[in-house]
């Protein structure tokens, strides 16, 4: 069963909703209580700075703002959002193909770190920053090989992809900015992977990134204190009760640290899919139900257009069903039979969940997707069809 707050929220937008519900609901106070976890449980030179790619949701930001160290932004257009929503928050800026305007932006906001993705980049951000009159601290977001460490179904690096600079090109990289008076290097950026599901995995991973800093600062006896170890801390969409263990995961990046002899660098993690994924729901209302060649589909209001994380995942998404508080009568009911969710698009690929099973469900219940708060209304293709948008929910009280 969902928890009280979302069925109540639900039947009291079903109260309202002369159309059907059809809404994003968010779960502020759960947003705060996990991100403070997150914060509490890291060691002492670690940070947690928020990836708004994940959700820029105004509320959702202005929620993390008292608990996060800063949030990072991967275009011009989320750092100016950034900007407006957070003038006090550090911010950094990161991602491949950015445009000049986007550098000089970052510049011209001040913010804390630019995270420079190639050669051309470097010399790009130096006559930027010269035309400007200002300096600019930078980390080189690297990418390198990872062995057997093993990788998740989304690799940003350990293999040829858009992103960071080959770990070859190091020492290019590294006599290029001896030539770049307006730009300090301060560190590295290392985001290799995203959904990562195993804290064992993860922690490999950071002692790879560790020994990589450390040899890097010997080999090229460099200053340099700051490492950005990305985000990457998967959901588990097919069972959401296994939640990654990130408190335990934290107690042995310590003792990682300690190892690595890492207690002077300042770590900073960016995640996004872990800190706000599991405050969202997106709830739909049942329109039909319907058998079509042998099989069941329960159509509702809403979609993929709404929320594409199932399709860009390929997945079948986690639901619960809610019952209507006054059922509607002589409607399509379906009891104990498998049926597949779909939305109001006219595309096969509007799917939710495929084949699930259904123990009651009548047309004028309501389907709620859980972990509906990262990747989800942001990434999806809104204006489909011209088909109205969800109401959003920000729920501020327990
Ligand atoms: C550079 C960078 N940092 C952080 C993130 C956030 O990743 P996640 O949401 O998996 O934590 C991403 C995601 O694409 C990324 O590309």
Redesign the pocket.
Known sequence: MPQHNITEAVQQLAKRSEQGVCAYIYDLPSLSQHASMMVDALPPNCQLFY?A??NPKAEVLQSLAPIVDGF?A?SGGELSWLKEQLPEQDLIF??PGKLDSEIELAIHYGIELL?VESLYEIRRVQSIAERLGSKVNILL?MNIPIGNIGTTKLA?GGKATP?GIDSAQLPDALSLLKNCPNIILKGF?F?LM??QLCRHKHLRLMSLYFATFKRWQAEYALTVEQLNV?????INYQNPAEVFEWRAFCDELETLITLNKMQNTQIRF??????SAGCGYYCMEVIDIKQNHGEYFVVAKGGTHHFRTPAAQNHDHPFEVIKRRTPLLDVPTLKNKKATLVGQLCTPKDILAKSQLLTDIAVGDYLLFGQAG??AWNISHQNFLMHSKPDMVFLRQR
């Open positions: 990836a790619k994940a990072e991967a990161g991602g995270h977001r940003m992103f950026h985001h995203s959904h990305g985000g990457g801390i998967g960016e995640c996004g899919r872990f800190v990262a990747y």
